[in-house]
């Protein structure tokens, strides 16, 4: 069967993007309330513009074979916000919880939660539950949503549980490790984020996987989140697959 090499460039990129060498992509999503100001409209029009685009984002890197794709929809500092803002966002989550998810479930995604549970409302933690049992055969990819998370948190209550597994002599001091303290996190199941990508232009990490992007590629866009597009992520993608990732050898 004559190839023609088109097919066969797209089938090796293919190849390349689903590779174990791109498994996971973490986005830290930016820019929801500057979009909003920017058409004059109020910061919840951003949030609901943004929470449409978590959609198209998860269904077009399952698409291209990403088998996990974290978000940040709210950390653990953004409790601090005005009241009606974070009303506006639990908001959006029930509604996702609701309904929204379930078109990614029928597209066989996987949806899990992380992040300090005991913060939000009964009825949110409850459908969390429900939602990670329903989707917990799909076999697709895992969209995991980083909910009242902070990684600093994550990292002290990881101490906390090694401190005391020794103080019960279940493990010794001199046995903690690098894998046995990844154990203790959240994302304990996940590979590593190989891509983390921040909208908005703004360059830092706010407090988001910090134990676990120590070997990812960051991608700082100046797009807004609520216009970033499946285009951008593939070309976000295609830049990745040309850097060198030494972790730290020759
Ligand atoms: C940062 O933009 C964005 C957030 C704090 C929330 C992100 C939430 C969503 C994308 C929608 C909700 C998602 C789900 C799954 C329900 P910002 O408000 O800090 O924007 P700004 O920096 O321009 O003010």
Redesign the pocket.
Known sequence: MFVSPQVLGTEISLLCMTGDNLEHIAII?????????KRKLP?SA???K??E??KEIAKAAHEKGVKYLT?????TE?WN?PKD?VDT?MG??R??LKS?FSELHKNNIRIRFIGERECLDADIVQSMHRLEKETAQNTGMCLC?A?SYGARGEIVQAAKKLASLVKKGDLSETDIDIQNFSAMLYTKDMPDPDILIRT?G?ERLSNFLLWQIAYAELFFTKT???DFSADELSDIINQFSSRERRYGKV
């Open positions: 999503m930016d820019g929801n309330g500057r979009w909003a100001q910061r951003g949030h609901k943004g929470a685009v978590v978000l940040y929809a709210f950390s953004n916000r803002e966002l959006l989550l509604q996702y929204d949503l909910i908005s703004e807004l989140w609520p």
